[in-house]
């Protein structure tokens, strides 16, 4: 994969993984993806908004999430919060990465039975 196309999932570092995983389940302002990562790794993973904007600021840069407009913003909510969503290749590079984890969890688990 290039980087013009699709950017190589590998390159994702966890917290763009996960807010990308976040944001899978449709569009969210910052403090709804922080509620969101800590609840999908059972409060496991914890972002800091430092590092939640700055890998934002990152995937908007790189083309995989962008932010939504003040129209496409859920009716009633502040025009302070920033909304963000996944775009095409963001949810293709979410894919590729799902993938590539589901086939180390394979490898593991192969490795695993082995050894018992």
Same mark, same amino acid.
């Given at each position: 994969?290039?980087?013009?196309?699709?950017? =190589?999932?590998? @390159? !994702?570092?966890? @917290? @763009?993984? #996960?807010?990308?995983?976040?944001?899978?389940?449709?569009?969210?302002?910052?403090?709804?993806?922080?509620?969101?990562?800590?609840?999908? +790794?059972?409060?496991?993973?914890?972002?800091?908004?430092? +590092? !939640?904007?700055?890998?934002?600021?990152?995937?908007?840069?790189?083309?995989?999430? =962008?932010?939504?407009?003040?129209?496409?913003?859920?009716?009633?909510?502040? =025009?302070?919060?920033?909304? #963000?969503?996944?775009?095409?290749?963001?949810?293709?590079?979410?894919?590729?990465? @799902?993938?590539?984890?589901?086939?180390?969890?394979?490898?593991?688990? +192969?490795? !695993?039975?082995?050894? +018992?």
């Amino acid at each position: 994969m290039s980087m013009g196309k699709h950017r =190589e999932a590998s @390159s !994702l570092k966890p @917290s @763009s993984f #996960y807010i990308l995983l976040a944001l899978a389940g449709g569009p969210r302002h910052g403090f709804g993806i922080l509620r969101d990562v800590e609840e999908q +790794t059972n409060g496991s993973v914890r972002l800091w908004p430092v +590092t !939640l904007y700055g890998s934002l600021e990152k995937l908007v840069v790189s083309g995989l999430i =962008e932010e939504l407009g003040p129209r496409a913003r859920p009716p009633g909510e502040s =025009e302070k919060r920033r909304y #963000y969503q996944l775009t095409r290749q963001g949810r293709a590079v979410l894919h590729d990465e @799902s993938g590539r984890l589901q086939a180390l969890a394979r490898l593991a688990q +192969t490795r !695993l039975r082995k050894v +018992t």
